[in-house]
């Protein structure tokens, strides 16, 4: 970066620090991983400086003979990995790609079925501050109170009752498989849409490691950037006869012209998951979840649904009498990132809730097996068992930083 370090020294230095900090702390956030950096070439590339509003074949502006390449090269391979009939790789991000899913099959007002934000879904599933709370009416539904589990005859109930026109299945916070064909079950009897949301889970679904919506879902959105390990950015993916719909509701409907550098690093991220290593990778992420959870609960951490099958963990952290703000910032001061987290049917407020959420996609990126694993719970135990302790806090960090200078 010498141009960087010569224009502007201020956002270089800090560039390099967030880099040094990336890879001396342990990131446990499972909504964030690593690119490669080929990926990080594309999306750093001469690719900025184009407009390209349209798609490909059908520009407003001159000069996309690559541009429009780079487009089919994303879609084609989104296509063949997630087996849909239509991509569009356009969505800045995951919030207007799920906007994008609704305004393409709904009209303001109508209902939406989605899962509250205390339980695990995101917040455009419909929490009233987010503009879709505002532009829809939306039927919350939670997880079964006593197995933390998703409850398909109560949810069932809820769609008889409410006949929402869309019902969203997909989360933020939910460590469990999804089942997509009994939610389609669902829709189909009620008369309503599914729409999957498979931001957290996508690198697990193209790795096996995770049930597909694709046969089931009429629309499919997921973030790039978390478990599919791709630059920040989203995709929806449906079958031919919604195609043009979604492309309408994303471009002109939502947005202007498609990031093509984005797009770029999509179609190289594509590729990498296509390849039979990902399939390794998206095994490990589970194992090592499942690892990092039995660890967790041996220190006497209590997990929602008593496990994971997924690359996610929510922990209850009040039964070793701490609170989730509280564990989180002491694991921070010992370099450990993971975030404070509603619990469902959480005693405590959202804004200070009794959980933490962790997840491994990051540190399998870097390598990291069981067996690490079982060093991070050490580490964490460490931490919780001398949370006010800074002395004690600071000399953990200083042995996870030892610990995280092989993963370089
Ligand atoms: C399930 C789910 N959907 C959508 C989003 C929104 O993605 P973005 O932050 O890219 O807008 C997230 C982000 O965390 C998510 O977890």
Redesign the pocket.
Known sequence: MQYLQKNDRQIYNLIQKEEKRQYSEVRLIP?ENYTSKAVMEASGSVLTNKYSEGYAGKRYYQGQVYIDEIEILAKTRAEELFKVSHANVQPY????A?LACYMALLEPGDKIMGMTLTSGG????GASVSAIGKLFEIVPYTVSEKTGLLDFDELEKIAIKEKPKLIIA???AYPRKVSFSKFKAIAKKVGAYLHA?I??ISGLIVSGEHPSPSPHADTI?T?T??SLRGP?G?MIMCNSKLAQDIDRAVFPGLQGGPHDNTTAAIAVALKEALGSDFRKYGKQVVRNAQALAEGLQEIGLKLSTGGTDTHLILADVTPLGLIGKQAAVALEKAGLIVNANTIPFDKRSPFSPSGIRLGTPAITTLGMKEKEMKEIVKFIKEVFDHVDNDRKLKQVRKEVEEFMASYR
């Open positions: 909504s991000s995951g919030s207007p799920n995101h917040l455009t599933h997909g989360y933020t949301d931001a957290h959105m973030t950037h978390k920040r989203a």
